[in-house]
């Protein structure tokens, strides 16, 4: 398949694109968490393809993204409360899993009685879905288990020659995806992102956090995306859990043992901690200042895309309060929970 590439895309663009999206096509688009494979939510050879082009497991299911509020109740069945989060924060990266109605094919939702519904903020994105005039199934625009595109260039290195368009939007504002909670039963947290958890108890005090959040899952967790191993790049990460001293002296332990192995070790840190890595390591790689947490959140997946040529990447546990929770379970994740405490 040739992938047709579009750089600041017109009006007339944007018609070819819901017009690919209409007849069953695939095109990569920009959103404000990070770009999204898109297809017609309610044909399922539509769907069905997305899972192919991604090498997706057909057991995890797809967020539907709408141009705005007042269409949710065409495909969910959305309670009050679904509402009053709006007010706050939609348009936004926040998705919401509701009861579905029967216009969801299972393709989309995997089976599952429910779906997530998304209604993005940014303008591509929202006028695409308008013209489509289907309602979006996209999942991040990354091949299964990569990190979420969140450049064209990496939207190009994943897609290209899978997807019939891919519209350029630059670096995605937020860098990371959007966050996820259900209200198909007891509100609960699933996955945390750009609305941050201190953002979402202002309209529901009691949100419970979901298993998968900060722990490993444990057969239990209801976002059935988090079983797989997520944003790995292509070698092997390990977070390591302590003060700076610690982690200044660990890195240079371990780097010299690889080193002795003929193996190189790259590192994953904040701007503070560069100074003191030792000269050993190969790639040094910077989520910003430490106390930049959408520093953090726009450069991670850029980042563990980027290392190349080193055999282990030794990252810090992030703290994990405000967008910074999003950033540690993207970044556990990303290290399968190898996690050392120093
Ligand atoms: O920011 C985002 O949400 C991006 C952009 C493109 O909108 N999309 C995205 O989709 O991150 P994806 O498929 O990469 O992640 C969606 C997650 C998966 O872990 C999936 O299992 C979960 O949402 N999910 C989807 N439908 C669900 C449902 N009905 N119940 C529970 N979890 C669901
Ligand atoms: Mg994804």
Known sequence: MTT???HSPTESDLKDAAEI???GGLVVFPTETVYGLGANALDPDAARRIYEAKGRPSDNPLIIHLPSVDEVKKYACPPDIYFELAKRFLPGPLTVVMPKKDVIPDTVSAGLPTVAVRVPSHPTASRLCRLAAVPIAAPSANLSGRPSVTTLKAAIEDMD???DMI???GESDIGLESTIISLAGEPTLLRPGGITLEQLRSVIPDIKIGGAVKEKYDGRAIAPGMKYRH???DMPVVLLDGSDE???ACVAERCAALAAENKACGVLCYDEDLPHITPAVREMLSLGPKSDESAAAHRLFTLLRSFSGVDV??????KSEGLGLAVFNRLVKAAGFDIVKL
Request: hydrophobic fraction near 50%; charge should be positive; charged fraction near 20%.
């Open 313 to 318: 990447v030794y990252g810090r546990l992030p």
């Open 4 to 6: 047709r590439v579009i």
């Open 161 to 163: 020659g899978r997807a």
């Open 21 to 23: 999206i209409k007849v």
């Open 167 to 169: 519209i350029d939007g």
């Open 246 to 248: 610690a982690f200044f």
């Open 231 to 233: 944003y790995a790049p």
